[in-house]
């Protein structure tokens, strides 16, 4: 491979907006999830710990994926609106896996947050990229 042909890839990479996001998205759920275990460890329930972690990363979210991940340059208001109704329904996605595998099944809570990180983070994704920071001109599903 060249370093044309590596400066390509990386070009291809950077312009990505599912690739910024993982960026965006691994580094916020990285110092999130490390709070969410400091939380636990000390004595806090689960679901306690993940609505601190989720409301902070929640406003790291909305100012980089606006500004780096999408390049969103429509209103804020509507985009705000928007973001925190995904966040809303991830973060109920969050507990109700939390609920089910931790305090009913009685899974461990640090092996089970670590997996509902992957599957909110999907769904909150599709919604952010398809609704909340979609292209301009593109009519409101």
């Keep these: 491979m060249t370093k044309t042909d590596v400066r390509s890839l990386v070009n291809t990479l950077w312009h990505s907006p599912v690739l910024r996001f993982g960026a965006i ?47 969103h340059s429509g209103s804020a208001r509507r985009s ?12 109920a996605l969050n507990v109700a896996i939390l609920a089910v595998f931790v305090e009913l099944i ?19 994704y599709l919604g952010m990229r398809f609704w909340v920071f979609r292209e301009p001109g593109v009519p409101d599903a």
């Excluded at 997996?115 to 909110?120: H, K, L, P, Q, S």
């Design 25 to 71: 998205g691994g580094l916020n759920n990285l110092l999130s999830y490390g709070i969410f275990v400091a939380l636990t460890v000390a004595g806090m329930p689960s679901i306690g710990a993940a609505t601190i972690t989720y409301a902070t990363g929640m406003v790291v979210s909305y100012l980089a994926n606006r500004s780096f991940t999408f390049r």
């Design 106 to 124: 009685g899974w461990n809570a640090l092996g089970v947050q670590l997996g509902a990180i992957v599957v909110v983070a999907t769904g909150i």
């Design 80 to 91: 705000v609106l928007r973001f925190v109704a995904v966040n809303l329904a991830g973060y």
